[in-house]
């Protein structure tokens, strides 16, 4: 049997300590178990006893560090202290021993010697009894039970109590980290949704006072000039009461209601309007019912994103504006001229395409985008950006 050798637990210390100096007070006023006249007592005398008691204050020691081997040395110096006078401070100590053996002993120890000592227990009442016929011979079943059942059993309730609470401990410490997980994923998407907004909301009229800032710059026309700075004025405008909005969504944060000026579909006209006045020839054609909010959100900025890639990206041509509620869905398609430019109109960052997957995917939809062939073979190709949105009632809990 290996022993993990180790420096022994102050508590083991003390306790190793005041058995000794118990045994040997009591030895030294000449108090022992048995009488000297007694048959099983095998070496008289008071000397032979401190063998015992030296050897089960030394377990006391190891009742942490290597019980098991304690309780095997403790057991066999009970057994040589049963053939002397005998010390009480010999037997409470084997009670510690057989104690610790079951609290810090492996689990399969404190399994099994609750089960040893009570049958022990049942063998010490029952076969004496059996044997000598007499009621004394019970009280040899009460000593056993007494020096090695009752410690064995009081060992395995403390050691479960322990367990248990140990089990507490580390499933409060998993629900903590848990709700820790939960609190920083809540954040991340918070952040993410903000980001959208942000983009979405702002990036269309930059856009535009980009590309209409650049226009009045490059041409020595005062009319041209005029308009140009008429459409930066509005963007600029719109772009600031958007830009408010969207601090008052921070303010009111804890607030679940979505503030009364969040786009809907209505607004898809007015919208459609503004790109046309950024210069996008730009049709809409637009047939559905009753949409969540949540969905009409998501379709809208949708919109909104792609008719400001169109502004920035798309060659000259009509951009389309499509959109249908069917079977549960609503179908969302945004066409526009897809041609070789030597550079965008305004710079862009890539955010606009990952926005709108976002979007669509909180939604449990598909989303597309991508270059597509025309109808007509004549109007070449076109940048194409697809989205199908469900409209059931499962969409109203979903993040805006």
């Known amino acids: ?7 022994p637990h102050r508590f083991d210390v003390w306790a190793a300590l005041a058995g000794l100096g118990g045994g040997l007070l009591l030895w030294g006023i000449g108090l022992g178990t048995r009488p000297a006249d007694e048959p099983i007592v095998l070496f008289d005398g008071r000397w032979p006893l401190l063998v015992p008691l030296a050897v089960i204050a030394g377990c006391e020691l190891l009742r942490r560090s290597a ?32 104690y610790a053996a079951v609290l810090y002993g492996t689990p399969a120890s404190a399994r ?4 040893v000592t009570g049958l022990l227990t049942i063998a010490a009442t029952l076969v004496p009894y059996a044997v000598w016929r007499v009621p004394e011979a019970l009280l040899i079943g ?3 039970g007494i020096v090695s059942f009752a410690p064995a059993s009081t060992g395995l309730i403390v050691r479960n109590h322990r367990d248990a609470a140990e089990a507490a401990r580390l499933r409060a410490e998993q629900t903590a980290l848990l709700a820790e997980m939960d609190r920083t994923q809540a954040v991340t998407a918070e952040r993410a949704r903000m980001a959208r907004e942000l983009h979405d909301m702002v990036a269309n009229h930059l856009s535009a006072i980009a590309i209409h800032s650049t226009a009045a710059l490059s041409l020595d026309d005062p009319g041209t000039s005029k308009e140009a700075l008429t459409v930066i004025r509005e963007n600029s405008v719109q772009g600031l009461s958007e830009m408010r909005r969207l601090i008052g969504i921070l303010r009111d944060g804890a607030d679940d209601r979505e503030p009364a000026a969040t786009p809907t579909l209505e607004g898809l006209g007015a919208l459609v309007e503004g790109a046309r006045a ?35 990206h798309a060659a000259r041509g009509k951009v389309t ?15 526009s001229p897809y041609g ?12 606009g395409l990952v926005g709108m997957r976002e979007r669509v995917a909180l939604l449990h939809g598909t989303f597309g985008a991508g270059p597509e062939n025309a ?26």
Not at 85 to 95: C, L, P, Q
Not at 321 to 335: I, K, P, Q
Request: hydrophobic fraction near 45%; charge should be positive.
């Open 1 to 7: 049997m290996a022993v993990r050798l180790s420096r």
């Open 142 to 144: 009460v000593a056993v």
């Open 112 to 115: 099994r010697i609750p089960w």
């Open 67 to 98: 019980p098991r081997t304690a309780l095997l040395l403790g057991t066999l110096a009970l057994i040589a202290d049963t053939v002397t006078r005998g010390s009480i401070a010999t037997v409470v100590m084997y009670t510690d021993l057989m």
């Open 278 to 312: 950024n210069g996008l020839d730009v049709a809409l054609d637009a047939a559905y019912d009753s949409v969540p909010a949540p969905v009409e959100l998501a379709a809208y900025r949708i919109v909104q994103e792609s008719l400001t890639n169109a502004l920035k």
């Open 321 to 335: 504006v499509w959109l249908r509620g069917r079977g549960g869905t609503l179908e969302l398609r945004v066409s």
């Open 375 to 400: 109808p007509d073979p004549a109007d070449g190709k076109l940048w194409v950006v697809r989205a199908s949105l469900p409209v059931s009632d499962t969409t109203r809990g979903e993040t805006r």
């Open 340 to 351: 070789d430019r030597d550079a965008p109109r305004a710079p862009g960052s890539g955010a």
